[in-house]
């Protein structure tokens, strides 16, 4: 396919030297038979049968949609409440063939279209559908046709609309051609009609459930179709179902022009940044040359745009391409863009790319105020994509930060200078104590996860020693303390690191809520154990709940449960030393357990237990009955 687009590009040289005809059409020869030898595989798709993919796909819309229903014999979807709706209203008939999704069956309903007639795959639906669906929902003010210009389309919907005129039906058909990537001469056929046609059913019908005669709202549908146009871009050629992609579009080369049908755009060009792209295809779209003036838009005019997604464009990219249109045609074109619309309103299956379209707003102020109002109605269908009233901006909207918690204030307490001290001494020999335990929690964690484990702490204890300097009488509070060491920890990454941000927080709030003055004879250190126990069961809540692991799935909470159990049964009146001792016993013993323990949380519980049972104890249980041995051994030398 390269070498076949390479020697299109070389037809015109060829042509002018006589003598090089033989060899490009022996080339060319060569190209189509191996791609008849070898044609190109179809991209896997979804499917059961691709010749039932359309009855299938308006079965599940039909399933999802229960104010749906289908007539019978005919690929026509229609609004439950035809019957009713078509007394006093002129019923809306849109369709075309398959492969548009949403468009056209996911936009009947209330607001929009009465009945939807569906095709094969990119082909045109049968005249005597058609004039089924004309027969069923026409009623007394008739039936508006609104038919995407395609040749197909306009005879078979034309034949229906003139066998409905001849049974007596009052029907009109509108043809919406807005496409305008190619010059007025290119074709006979006329322009393309592509995505703006579902602006189209949006305005036609909100002015049909507003009341308005047939006559009135085929002008609304008529104003709004001569005042729009449409240019699309894709990064691929899209497949119908079955078949290999209807062309091959080289790597990094973006198709321009292209139709929603598989046909190939007028021009290639290299791949650009979605600014660039922008502004290539407002370029053309806006061109005032006079062989592809459609529309007239200049600074201070007002205009809807609807970028739609083609099918295969991500949402992510659909937003920085809806950001990158907005703010040129408002800071460099001063276009004021009062609706501007994104989604997948009329793809072509599943192709990568977009189409942008540009709805012109009328000078007259009455009659953009009603353009307005109709796009702004109401609607069943979800497949329209809503937008907020409004002049779209291109700088970002912003609003301030909610201030931030005093936390320090909150506390309301204070330490005295050799408390403060004895938290600095408590921080900095936790520090080194994790520091100095890398080697030994490195190779507890490579057996059974990635060894990172000592890495980690050591980084969480060069930021703790990194703390003691700030420590004053205010900050040094434990409540306080806890919280400021959660954004603190949260630095040394990891899982590890989150999850002794959580337990800090939780452990904080549980100090704070039940420090008691009077209990503690005012000092935030002098709080019995039970509260020191509650804190770190606290903790060891939230990390629960947050990491999902619990107790004996051989992780921290196998020794900070067993701890905080401890303190929160011990007499309060114990002596200090005697609860040190208690809870570093404690601690060591719960880490050795682990020993014995499969791991059911985190990287160990992919490894084969073989690598470390009875051998190794869990690093995260180890680092933590490293940091309550310093803390102990500090509390012990004051």
Same mark, same amino acid.
């Given at each position: ?279 290539s295809v407002f370029s053309l779209l806006l061109s005032q040359d006079p062989d592809r003036k459609y529309i007239s838009l200049e600074r201070g005019h007002r205009a809807v745009l609807l970028i739609n997604n083609l099918g295969g464009t991500s949402q992510l990219e659909m937003g920085v391409v809806v950001h990158s249109a907005i703010r040129h045609l408002v800071d460099d074109l001063g276009i004021e863009v009062l609706r501007a619309y994104s989604g997948a309103v009329l793809t072509s299956i599943a ?79 936790? #520090?080194?104590?994790?520091? +100095? =335990?890398? %080697?030994?929690? /490195? ?5 059974? $996860? !990635? ?82 126990? #509650?804190?770190?069961?606290? +903790? =060891?809540? %939230?990390?629960? /709940? ?5 107790? $004996? !799935? ?56 073989r690598r470390y049972l009875g051998r190794l104890a869990d690093p995260g249980a180890h680092a933590v009955y490293v940091w309550l041995n310093a803390l102990a051994a500090t509390l012990r030398d004051r």
């Open positions: 396919n390269i070498v076949e687009d390479k020697l299109t590009e070389h037809q015109v040289v060829c042509a002018r030297q006589p003598e090089m005809l033989f060899l490009f059409s022996a080339a060319q020869t060569a190209v189509h038979a191996w791609n008849w030898l070898f044609p190109p595989h179809s991209p896997p798709q979804l499917l059961n049968d691709p010749a039932n993919i359309v009855d299938e796909s308006l079965d599940g819309l039909l399933a999802a949609n229960p104010r749906l229903v289908r007539l019978e014999g005919h690929r026509v979807v229609l609004r439950d409440d035809f019957e009713t709706y078509k007394r006093d209203h002129v019923a809306l008939i849109s369709g075309g063939g398959s492969g548009h999704e949403p468009a056209h069956a996911g936009f009947v309903g209330q607001g929009m279209l009465t009945a939807a007639v569906c095709g094969g795959v990119f082909a045109s639906p049968p005249a005597s559908a058609v004039l089924a669906a004309i027969r069923k929902v026409c009623g007394p003010k008739g039936a508006l046709l609104i038919v995407k210009n395609y040749t197909g389309d306009r005879l078979h919907f034309g034949i229906a609309a003139e066998q409905a005129k001849l049974e007596g039906f009052n029907v009109r058909m509108l043809v919406v051609g807005e496409d305008c990537a190619l010059p007025r001469n290119a074709s006979l056929a006329g322009r393309r009609g592509l995505a703006g046609v579902v602006l189209v059913h949006k305005i036609c019908g909100a002015a049909a459930d507003s009341g308005l005669d047939l006559e009135a709202v085929f002008e609304a549908g008529s104003e709004a179709a001569s005042s729009m146009a449409t240019f699309g871009v894709s990064l691929a050629a899209c497949c119908v179902p079955g078949r290999p992609p209807a062309f091959e579009l080289p790597h990094g080369q973006i198709e321009f022009g292209l139709g929603v049908h598989g046909e190939p755009g007028f021009a290639r060009g290299p791949l650009q940044t979605v600014d660039a792209l922008v502004r192709t990568p790319g977009i189409s942008f379209t540009l709805l012109k707003l009328s000078d007259d102020g009455a009659q953009q105020a009603q353009t307005l109002a109709w796009l702004d109605r109401s609607v069943a269908p979800q497949a329209w994509p809503a937008a907020a009233p409004g002049v779209s901006r291109s700088d970002r909207e912003t609003t301030p930060l909610a201030p931030e918690v005093d936390l320090q204030e909150q506390a309301q307490q204070a330490l005295s200078e050799s408390e403060t001290a004895l938290m600095r001494s408590a921080l900095n020999r936790m #520090g080194q104590d994790l520091v +100095a =335990a890398e %080697a030994a929690l /490195t190779l507890m964690d490579t057996p059974a $996860g !990635d060894g990172d484990c000592g890495h980690t702490m050591a980084t969480a204890g060069r930021l703790l020693q990194d703390c003691t300097a700030l420590l004053n009488k205010q900050n040094a509070v434990p409540s306080f303390l806890c919280s400021r060491l959660a954004a603190v920890v949260s630095d040394a990454g990891g899982t590890s690191g989150a999850l002794y941000s959580i337990g800090l927080l939780a452990a904080a709030k549980s100090l704070r809520d039940t420090y008691s003055p009077e209990a503690s004879n005012a000092s935030p250190l002098a709080h019995p154990s039970a509260v020191w126990g #509650g804190a770190l069961k606290a +903790a =060891a809540d %939230a990390i629960h /709940t947050y990491g999902g692991a619990s107790e $004996g !799935d051989r992780t921290v909470l196998d020794v900070l449960y067993p701890v905080s159990n401890y303190l929160l049964n011990i007499p309060e009146d114990l002596p200090l030393a005697q609860t040190l001792d208690g809870l570093v016993n404690v601690a060591r013993e719960s880490a050795e357990k682990t020993k014995d323990m499969k791991a059911k949380a985190g990287r160990g519980s992919y490894v084969d237990p």
